[in-house]
């Protein structure tokens, strides 16, 4: 147990929770993936599947965290009396491996990012920080070797267990990033045509609902919260009896909300303002960015210069926080389950997502590596969001829901009848024996067609 109970603190493991939930997730793939699917109406479904889904869908995943004090397989195995179920837990894990392969892949791009505006090298007119990224980002060794190096900072953290600095760290740089996004928002929605970019995240026009919409939407919410991953069941299992599991999860989920709609009003106004598409994919932060760090600054490059710095070196901050809790999944798994030490375990999960990462790396600029008509790195975070995190958020569900013992859910929900909030049980229960099943369900229906 001692090896377990490595957190700073019970509050720091809270935090954990937050620092595994806003990442990249947040800043990088919510406003291209709202991009992609209309803007404003994406925004509506993405904050029903938070509400509806998201937070009862937390909430489980604590219970079976905390209840079992273990890694993701067994707890997942203990929570009934049928081990069966321990495959949910399973499934997180494989899950979270491939999300920390090609989500190291864009964390080596800010990682590069950071470096290049360091040196002043992001200057330039539209098409060239357009052809700065292309150039970048398809080259064969520099991303590749980036992505790696995040996995190996992933590694030592981990292993070290040098979280309790990160916690407190975290107490700190978290607000500065939100204030630092906060202002780089009032800079962009200052620039010229900036409120067409407004108008396009908060004015819905429902013409633009499509069938893939929802399917998206709900993956992105559930990869913006770590829900289905089995990571918060892991860090939920180093949890106190007295944590709150609800007000947690809403507060998390508020968090992780606000940053993400300050990401797209960050990105549209200065998409919008400076011509680039807003359905330009997964490039359009590292395109758009740039340009507002020196258009809205212009009137003093050096107050530029310094957002960009500080706002790059956050990203890779809050990248890292997540990356900790995708690493820590099947690390604590390999310890505890294969009884391995834990820097061979470390080891395993850091070898493995560094072969997914470089082979991610090298899909961007290979038309050779690709995986149903999408380049490898497209591949995994669209099997990854879109099926494999829907598929353990609904397992987990039914499981809770309906296998597990109801006395047991009520208890971990109320804190054995103190200072959880009892009146809520039955609202809980009736979304995850319900809503989230059927939700889930639909929606994946509706994406095949069925209905
Ligand atoms: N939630 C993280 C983010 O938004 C990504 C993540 C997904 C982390 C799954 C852990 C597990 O960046």
Request: aromatic share 12%; with cysteine; proline share 4%.
């Amino acid at each position: 147990m001692s090896e377990r109970a490595n957190f700073g603190s019970k509050v720091g493991v809270v935090l954990a929770t937050a620092g595994s939930a806003v990442g990249l997730g947040n800043v990088w793939r919510f406003p291209f993936m709202a991009g992609h699917n209309g803007g404003a109406v994406f925004m509506l479904v993405y904050l029903g599947c938070i509400l509806l889904l998201g937070i009862p869908g937390m909430v489980s995943e604590f219970i079976v965290g905390r209840h079992s004090q273990a890694n993701a397989a067994r707890a997942y195995g203990t929570l009934t009396n049928r081990k069966g179920w321990g495959f949910i837990g399973l499934l997180g894990i494989l899950t979270s491996t491939i999300i920390l392969g090609f989500y190291s892949v864009v964390a080596g791009w800010c990682l590069q990012y950071l470096g290049t505006s360091a040196v002043g090298g992001l200057k330039g007119d539209s098409t060239y920080v357009q052809q700065y990224f292309q150039n970048f980002s398809s080259d064969p060794v520099k991303p590749a070797l980036l992505g790696v190096a995040f996995v190996f900072i992933t590694h030592i953290i981990v292993v070290r267990g040098v979280r309790n600095g990160i916690e407190k760290a975290s107490k700190l740089l978290m607000p500065l990033l939100f204030i630092l996004l906060l202002i780089i928002v009032i800079a962009s929605c200052s620039l010229p045509n900036a409120s067409e970019g407004i108008e396009f995240l908060l004015k819905p026009d429902f013409s633009k609902v499509s069938n893939k919409m929802f399917l998206e939407a709900l993956g992105q919410a559930f990869f913006s919260l770590s829900l289905g991953t089995a990571c918060l069941c892991t860090y939920a299992s180093y949890y106190s009896r007295q944590t709150h599991l609800l007000q947690s999860a809403a507060q998390i989920a508020l968090v992780d909300f606000l940053i993400a709609l300050m990401a797209g009003l960050m990105i549209f106004p200065a998409a919008f303002s400076v011509g680039v598409q807003p359905d330009s994919g997964p490039s359009l932060i590292f395109i758009t960015l740039p340009r507002v760090f020196q258009q809205a600054f212009s009137f003093l490059p050096a107050l530029g210069y310094v957002i960009s710095l500080m706002f790059y070196a956050l990203l890779v901050f809050a990248a890292l926080t997540s990356t900790i809790s995708m690493h820590e999944i099947g690390t604590a798994f390999f310890h505890e389950e294969l009884k391995m030490k834990r820097p061979v375990a470390a080891w395993i999960e850091t070898i493995v997502c560094s072969l997914i990462a470089v082979f991610c790396s090298l899909s961007v600029g290979n038309p050779d590596i690709q995986v149903m008509g999408m380049p490898l790195m497209d591949f995994c975070d669209h099997l990854t969001a879109q099926y494999m995190l829907p598929a353990g958020a609904l397992l987990t569900s039914i499981l809770v829901g309906w296998f597990a013992s109801k006395t047991l859910v009520r208890e971990e929900f109320t804190n054995w009848e103190t200072n959880g909030p009892k009146s809520l049980f039955g609202v809980y229960l009736f979304c995850v024996r319900f809503i989230v099943p059927v939700c889930i369900f639909l929606i994946l229906m509706h994406q095949f067609g069925v209905i």
